[in-house]
Structures are given as C-alpha cells and as structure tokens.
C-alpha cells in the first residue's frame, strides 16, 4: 500500500511537493515541542493569562519523597513581585500534585503538577493586542502559528519557566540524594556591571560563599555592590529602559562518565536546554568563547594523582563528564516590553508606535538564577538515568582523578 492507501506510490518523502496542512509534521514526525529529555521527560503547558500552567515528569524513578511545600523555596527565587525589581504581578505559585505521588513518595508514574494563574491583568495587553512588539516573540508566533494569544505573551512569556523550576525540584532532591550532586548559580553581570573580584572559578571552591548570592535579590556574588545594583535598577526602571544579564551555574559533585557521544553530548544538551528558556541568547560551558585567544598548553587541565590543575573545559571531555565542576555561562537580552515608544507594525501591516505599560521586568537574568539551574539538574537527571541503562554494569574505572582543583 502506498502513501496515503494509493497502490503503487512509495510511502517516502516527495520534498518537491509542498506538504497540505499538518502532513509535513506527520511525514517527518515533527511537531510542537513543548517536551525535552529521553528517559526523564518533562512536558510544559500553559499560558501565562489561561487558567492555569503546568507539566509532566515522566520517567522518574519512584521513591524519592516530595510534598507540595517542597516546591515553594524554588519557585519563591523565581517569582515575580517579591521585590522592586520585578515585575509587580503577585502569583502564590501554590504546586498542586494530580499524580505521579502516594504516601509521600513518587511511584514512578507521571507526575503531573499544576499551578492556577490568580493574578493575570489581561486589559494590561488590549492595546497591543493587534501589534507586534520589536525583539518579542509577537511576530514570529503569528508568523508560525497564524493566530496567537497576545495575553502576556502567552508561552513566549517567563511564566513558562515556573513549571521547569518546579519539575527540577525533583530531580535536584534525587540529584543530591542519589550522587551528591547540588546544582547551583548565581548573576555575573548585570548590564556593565560586575561582581568585584569575581571569577567563575571560584564557584568551585569550597571557600565561595554562597549565603552572600541567597542574601540578595540579584543572587550577586559581591555583597558590597547590591546598594550599586539596586540604584542602577531603580534608574533604569525610571528610564523605562531594560537590561540584560549574565548567569552562570555549577554542578558539582556530577561523577565522570555521563553524557552521550556523539549526539547526545553533554555539553549539546545543556546548551540547547539552556537556550531553550525563553529570553536566551548565548550559553558558554567552562572557558566558552574565551577558549578562542586560549593557547593549548593553557586551555588543557593538567592531570595529577591530586586532582586537576585547572577547569577551563567545564567539566565535560568529549561530551562525557569529566568528574570536574560542570559549568555554564548563560547571557539574556533586555527585555522588549518597554513603555518607550517605538516603531513597529500591527497585524494588518499598518506602520504603527508600540507602547508597552503593564508589570513588566526591566531585566528578566535577575530571576533567572533557579530557572538556569532548573535547566542543568533535569538535563543531568536524564542523563544520568540514560548513564545507567546503558553503562550501569561498567561500574567504577581506574583512576579515578579527584573532581576539585587540587
Ligand atoms: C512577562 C511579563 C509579565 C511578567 C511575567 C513575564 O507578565 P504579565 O504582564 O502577564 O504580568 O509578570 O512573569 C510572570 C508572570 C512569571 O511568573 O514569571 C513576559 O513578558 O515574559
């Protein structure tokens, strides 16, 4: 039987013919991707002005206990409103568990999770409802899709990233109660600024103090500059204006040996994890584009009996982790709902200014920190469960290099 019950025609793909609506996606099982991961798979839905957001997990192994409060600390780093520098719009984030949980503990099927959205002001988009924001999503969503929800950028909008946050809740728990592994991160720039006396590498050092980046609203690594930061912000909200931002994250404790030559690298899947959250516009593992103006014999990290000298590949070899800190640079654009005019289009192609008020972020990196976070702990969960199934039965190999920097 041929394509579409014909007799005789060849049931591959014809790329001459233009596909009718719908059949490209079924020739080349292709469609809307709003699930990521192999063994752990995490689907979001939700807009941020529909009824509710959530997701599934599914793939985690049961056991692990979790209870609705254990999402809230996560999800309170993310939120808007809990500070000035935020958006103003108050969501109580609560988790709701549908499935996946009994007595205490996940039973290995799907884990759904849902959070209502309570504090969505639709009226706030009525007036750009037919226009299309510059450097927003709004243009190319209509141009994909032919209809879109103007509503808070619907899933163009931050309030996607709630539900990532709250899926790697889990898998940080199983993360550090399985491996030992913590994933953590913290804001290296903010505009032109950054952190006196910083450098990514101290992340890795058992000396970085990590209450300075938890006391602060910017997750800063420099206690003594957040007045500075927070005059810059209260400036540029002024202004009307936005910024841009720079995250990093650190895995430690991730064990060597995991990720998927040759399509499935490590470093390939944190990277498209990472651009994947909306506002992403570059992501860099160890060095990044330093390594460019890097001379081999600097860039390598030396090997001894002790440890490694150095960390410029981020912990990832050959797209296997190393046993090294894994780490992630992460850069976000400014955000594009500006209340300053500008000149755009509206849907019916007529020249129009674009005038965007409401509660919006003048910079989006400042809760960025958990949903970067979110991102590595779920690329590495699937991982390691990918880790296992394959090369479970290889066991530990000799030697074995401390993971620190000795
Ligand atoms: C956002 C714009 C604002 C933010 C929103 C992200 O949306 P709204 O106008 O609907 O309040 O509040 O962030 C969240 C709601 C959230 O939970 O992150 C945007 O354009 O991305």
């Not at 498209?272 to 990044?288: F, H, Q, R, T, Y």
Request: aromatic share 6%; hydrophobic share 40%; proline share 6%.
């Amino acid at each position: 039987m041929g394509v579409r019950g014909t007799p005789g025609r060849r049931a591959c793909p014809q790329p001459n013919l233009p596909p009718r609506a719908g059949e490209g996606a079924r020739r080349y099982g292709i469609g809307a991707l709003n699930t990521f991961g192999h063994l752990l798979r995490v689907t979001t839905f939700g807009e941020s002005h529909g009824p509710a957001i959530g997701c599934v997990l599914d793939g985690c192994p049961p056991g692990i206990a979790i209870a609705a409060d254990d999402f809230a600390h996560d999800l309170a780093r993310r939120a808007t409103g809990r500070t000035r520098h935020t958006s103003q719009r108050h969501e109580a984030d609560a988790v709701e568990i549908l499935s996946g949980v009994f007595d205490g503990k996940t039973t290995g099927t799907p884990i759904a999770l849902l959070i209502r959205n309570t504090d969505a002001r639709s009226r706030d988009y009525a007036k750009i409802a037919e226009q299309f924001r510059p450097g927003h999503a709004d243009y190319t969503y209509w141009h994909k899709y032919g209809i879109r929800d103007p509503r808070g950028g619907g899933r163009a909008s931050a309030r996607e990233t709630t539900m990532r946050v709250a899926a790697a809740v889990i898998a940080k728990k199983w993360l550090v109660e399985k491996h030992g592994i913590a994933v953590r991160g913290c804001m290296s720039q903010i505009g032109d600024l950054t952190p006196r006396g910083f450098d990514s590498a101290m992340l890795d050092s058992h000396a970085f103090d990590w209450n300075v980046v938890e006391g602060n609203p910017f997750f800063w690594p420099n206690a003594a500059q957040v007045a500075q930061i927070e005059d810059y912000m209260d400036g540029l909200r002024k202004s009307g204006d936005s910024v841009g931002a720079r995250i990093e994250v650190i895995a430690t404790g991730v064990p060597a040996g995991w990720g998927e030559p040759i399509y499935g690298k490590l470093d390939a899947e944190l990277a498209a994890a990472l651009m994947s959250i909306n506002a992403v516009k570059g992501v860099e593992i160890g060095d990044g584009f330093a390594a460019v103006a890097q001379k081999g014999s600097f860039h390598r990290d030396a090997m001894t009996p002790q440890g490694f000298a150095s960390n410029h590949a981020g912990g990832i070899l050959g797209g296997i982790s190393s046993g090294q800190a894994i780490r992630c640079s992460v850069a976000f654009k400014p955000t594009s709902s500006l209340r300053l005019p500008v000149d755009s289009l509206d849907v019916h192609g007529n020249a129009v200014e674009v005038v965007t008020t409401g509660r919006h972020d003048p910079c989006v990196g400042i809760r960025a920190t958990p949903i970067c976070e979110a991102m590595v702990a779920l690329v590495l969960m699937d991982q390691a469960l990918r880790h296992r199934a394959q090369c479970g039965d290889v066991g530990a190999v000799a030697p074995r290099v401390p993971g620190g920097i000795a």
